[in-house]
């Protein structure tokens, strides 16, 4: 139950990030997104794609919730017995990376988001990652 109440902040946090970048917010922006070495950012999200991860992010914290026991509800087989191997896929995928610009293997490490991804963004993937696969084991 603990492990689901931490990846349930977590997802929950980022998703209230990603609702504040959406409606206009600037506060560590900047420093979230991919940058070539010359700091040209790769993309440029708008307010739609803003929601669009918030929204997945809402729905990992609640699927969390769920199957950790702390909300009881329903879920089809399939995504109850491949949910969270999914999420933690997807997390620990993210935290290797892409080798150029994000992940703990990329080569661009000169510019802000690099540092933040070393330090911050891609160990808070792994841990997501890793505590998925705890909560996956723990509450077969």
């Known amino acids: 139950m603990i492990t689901g109440a931490i990846l349930f902040i977590i997802f929950f ?23 070539t070495e010359h700091n040209e ?9 803003c929601f669009i991860v918030a929204l997945w992010l809402l729905i990992f914290a609640f699927f969390v919730l769920i199957r950790a026991g702390i909300i009881r509800l329903h879920l089809p087989v399939v995504l109850s017995n491949f949910g969270l ?17 994000v992940g703990f293997f990329k080569k661009i490490k000169s510019t802000r988001f690099a540092e933040l991804d070393t330090k911050y963004f891609s160990p808070l993937c792994l841990f997501i990652g890793i505590l998925s696969l705890v909560l996956q084991f723990f509450n077969s």
């Open 85 to 101: 191997w999914i999420i933690a896929i997807l997390f620990i995928i993210r935290a290797i990376g892409e080798f150029k610009y």
């Open 41 to 49: 950012k790769l993309i440029k999200p708008k307010m739609r794609e």
């Open 13 to 35: 946090s980022l998703a209230c990030l990603h609702i504040y970048w959406g409606l206009g917010g600037r506060w560590g922006a900047d420093a979230a997104v991919p940058a």
